[in-house]
């Protein structure tokens, strides 16, 4: 039976993060494991939300769960459950390694969306001012780098885990690299060399703002849809006049290929293109377009950039269109 705790009068919201290797081949086991999980989660007093985010090599290899409960005592609920150790039970065949779990208070302050990395490390008790010391040191030299978002440090929790967590993050994952590869960051990991002998990282593609998503009832805002819709049309354009006059036209519908046949390749092979590389490509550059949040003289701005963007889009497809493929 679950083990009962005292709800603290001010207790915050607490985000519980799983970071799992599944083995390749038990991929579908997981997803129908996560379904059954997700039922018994819906039951579990104090549960707010979920998020699930698949593998993303080479930048995350695991598969990260995102649990949000009201208190940290509704989190030690579920981690301390029957039903959890049934619902772990049942897929522990599929891991690669152990389980981590780390977690979160809700306190810290969002940030825009970023890249980061979770640090999990054991610390002795009568090391833990000197950890702390070494902790600040850190978070001063991180602090000088490019693109730094926030150092968090999270003490072990009792029932939870025995492990100090660190999320550090930064704006990109370049910068998170520039960090993490520096010299100074070597020179630091020398000085606390005790700190380092299990020290284990983990990637993730999500900032500060996706772990404390839902903890105070605040969403992201969303991107704008209009402008998402015209930055996807502006790369679409010129590929589906590439793909079609060049491509579809004198090597698949010349050789008698049903119309029918040859959209459904275009389409195809756009839409890969387009989801993998243009389409992200193109938010990057934009991405001060994106935010909601900008100035009205902003986002006017980025209006007049796409109507003369495809106007030359529409006259360089012109001149395309001229030249013979057959």
């Given at each position: 039976?679950?083990?009962?705790?005292?709800?603290?009068?001010?207790?915050?919201?607490?985000?519980?993060?799983?970071?799992?290797?599944?083995?390749?081949?038990?991929?579908?086991?997981?997803?129908?494991?996560?379904?059954?999980?997700?039922?018994?989660?819906?039951?579990?007093?104090?549960?707010?939300?979920?998020?699930?985010?698949?593998?993303?090599?080479?930048?995350?290899?695991?598969?990260?769960?995102?649990?949000?409960?009201?208190?940290?005592?509704?989190?030690?609920?579920?981690?301390?459950?029957?039903?959890?150790?049934?619902?772990?039970?049942?897929?522990?065949?599929?891991?690669?390694?152990?389980?981590?779990?780390?977690?979160?208070?809700?306190?810290?302050?969002?940030?825009?969306?970023?890249?980061?990395?979770?640090?999990?490390?054991?610390?002795?008790?009568?090391?833990?001012?000197?950890?702390?010391?070494?902790?600040?040191?850190?978070?001063?030299?991180?602090?000088?780098?490019?693109?730094?978002?926030?150092?968090?440090?999270?003490?072990?929790?009792?029932?939870?885990?025995?492990?100090?967590?660190?999320?550090?993050?930064?704006?990109?994952?370049?910068?998170?690299?520039?960090?993490?590869?520096?010299?100074?960051?070597?020179?630091?990991?020398?000085?606390?060399?005790?700190?380092?002998?299990?020290?284990?990282?983990?990637?993730?593609?999500?900032?500060?703002?996706?772990?404390?998503?839902?903890?105070?009832?605040?969403?992201?805002?969303?991107?704008?849809?209009?402008?998402?819709?015209?930055?996807?049309?502006?790369?679409?354009?010129?590929?589906?006049?590439?793909?079609?006059?060049?491509?579809?036209?004198?090597?698949?519908?010349?050789?008698?290929?049903?119309?029918?046949?040859?959209?459904?390749?275009?389409?195809?092979?756009?839409?890969?293109?387009?989801?993998?590389?243009?389409?992200?490509?193109?938010?990057?550059?934009?991405g001060w377009w994106m935010d909601p949040a900008i100035s009205p003289r902003r986002r006017n701005l980025g209006y007049a950039v796409m109507i003369a963007l495809f106007g030359i889009s529409i006259a360089v497809c012109t001149l395309l269109f001229m030249i013979p493929t057959t």
């Amino acid at each position: 039976m679950p083990h009962s705790h005292p709800r603290s009068p001010a207790a915050s919201p607490v985000s519980v993060i799983f970071q799992r290797r599944i083995d390749d081949a038990s991929y579908a086991d997981y997803a129908r494991w996560q379904k059954r999980a997700a039922e018994a989660l819906a039951t579990v007093p104090g549960f707010i939300d979920q998020d699930i985010v698949p593998p993303s090599p080479p930048v995350q290899d695991d598969w990260v769960d995102v649990l949000r409960f009201a208190t940290v005592e509704d989190a030690r609920a579920w981690l301390d459950s029957d039903r959890r150790t049934e619902l772990v039970a049942e897929i522990k065949h599929a891991f690669i390694g152990n389980e981590d779990v780390h977690l979160l208070t809700g306190e810290q302050t969002r940030e825009q969306s970023a890249t980061s990395v979770v640090i999990s490390c054991h610390v002795a008790p009568e090391d833990e001012s000197a950890f702390m010391d070494w902790q600040r040191k850190i978070s001063a030299a991180e602090a000088g780098f490019r693109g730094f978002r926030g150092h968090k440090v999270e003490r072990p929790v009792q029932g939870i885990t025995e492990d100090w967590t660190i999320v550090l993050s930064f704006d990109t994952e370049d910068n998170l690299a520039s960090w993490m590869d520096s010299p100074e960051r070597a020179a630091l990991l020398k000085e606390g060399e005790k700190f380092n002998k299990n020290l284990r990282i983990r990637k993730a593609s999500y900032g500060f703002d996706f772990w404390f998503r839902g903890a105070g009832g605040d969403e992201p805002p969303p991107v704008p849809v209009a402008r998402s819709n015209l930055l996807a049309l502006l790369v679409l354009y010129p590929l589906v006049v590439i793909w079609g006059h060049f491509v579809s036209a004198p090597f698949i519908e010349a050789h008698g290929v049903p119309i029918a046949v040859a959209l459904f390749l275009a389409n195809l092979v756009t839409t890969q293109i387009l989801g993998w590389w243009a389409v992200p490509a193109a938010f990057k550059v934009f991405g001060w377009w994106m935010d909601p949040a900008i100035s009205p003289r902003r986002r006017n701005l980025g209006y007049a950039v796409m109507i003369a963007l495809f106007g030359i889009s529409i006259a360089v497809c012109t001149l395309l269109f001229m030249i013979p493929t057959t």
